[in-house]
């Protein structure tokens, strides 16, 4: 299939570009997720402090809040 080691090592070269490219790629995949959740959470915590923090804890509100903070762990 490779006639020379330069061939060989032309394609070990490109799939280790290939991997490199992925790994930036979810990096950065990464961090765009992290700051939408912030976002999220940051225009929302106004409201959230309104409408179920300040209020007696009832099974809605429990609810509400368990599965938000859950993600955060």
Not at 45 to 67: A, H, K, N
């Amino acid at each position: 299939m490779f006639e020379n080691y330069a061939s060989l090592a032309a394609v070990g070269t490109f799939l280790g570009a290939c991997q490199y490219g992925n790994a930036r790629f979810g990096f950065h995949t990464h961090v765009a997720f992290v700051a939408l959740v912030l976002f999220d959470y940051s225009i929302t915590f106004g409201r959230e402090i309104d409408l179920f923090w300040t209020r007696r804890l009832s099974g809605s509100s429990v609810l509400f809040l368990s599965s938000r903070y859950i993600s955060l762990l």
